[in-house]
């Protein structure tokens, strides 16, 4: 089994959609939790970090961690086309390695 | 310059060559993370460099690759005799301090063993 799983998609909404993704793990001792864009032919770049359980916003995003059921949640609001992208979750202990999910493939179709 | 940087983009060898990829971290960054990404999987940890300390070698998949890092900066991974199971997008992050809180991405050299 691996540490974490992501349903790799791919997930087609129309503009102006909620994107909903999601990861969930196996190890209770990951503590930090994060969602990573990448677009097509670029390396992944840093969208939310959460610690602790609950949400997150930051304008459009939405990050959701529960820690009692090992899920984490990235939620996007008002979709555009312009995050058509995959999406990457990650998560690590206390530690510096990270542990990453295989990424949903999104597309917003204008 | 402002973000990683790695060189080259592109590279194609034939099965059973050597390779060197190359990695430019940001300025300042003293981690510096080597991850490998195949097609539809997630990213594969590879090695680990912090400082002067001794690197974490624990993901490289075999003796075949192997990777340094000089002055605590620019960093190479070789992979010697390559295989087609090789094939896929080597990229190179960096962060401050320890790492692991937010990690800067170049956009990585895709390799192809023919």
């Known amino acids: 089994q691996k540490e974490v799983e992501q349903d790799p998609g791919p997930l087609s909404v129309p503009e102006g959609a909620i994107v909903s993704l999601n990861c969930t793990y196996s190890n209770s001792a990951f503590q930090y939790f994060m969602w990573y864009r990448q677009y097509s032919r670029k390396g992944p770049e840093l969208l939310m970090y959460?610690?602790?359980?609950g949400n997150k916003e930051d304008g459009r995003f939405t990050a959701q961690v529960d820690k009692s059921s090992k899920y984490i949640s990235l939620f996007i609001r008002d979709s555009q086309p312009s995050d058509s992208a995959t999406y990457l979750c990650a998560i690590r202990s206390n530690d510096y390695k990270l542990s990453f999910g295989a990424g949903t493939t999104v597309t917003v179709r204008a | 310059g402002a973000g990683v940087s790695q060189s080259p983009s592109n590279k194609v060898t034939e099965k059973g060559k050597d390779v060197e990829l190359r990695c430019d971290p940001i300025s300042g960054h003293t981690a510096l993370y080597w991850y490998r990404q195949s097609l539809g999987q997630g990213l594969e940890f590879l090695i680990y460099?912090?400082?002067?300390?001794?690197?974490?070698k624990s993901g490289l998949p075999s003796d075949r690759f192997s990777a340094e890092r000089t002055g605590g900066s620019v960093s190479t991974l070789t992979i010697q005799r390559t295989q087609q199971e090789d094939s896929a997008v080597y990229l190179c992050?960096?962060?401050?301090?320890?790492?692991?809180?937010?990690?800067?991405f170049g956009s990585g050299t895709q390799l192809s063993v023919l």
């Open positions: 992050a960096s962060s401050v301090g320890t790492g692991g809180k937010k990690l800067f």
């Open positions: 959460t610690y602790s359980s």
């Open positions: 460099f912090q400082g002067n300390s001794a690197p974490d």
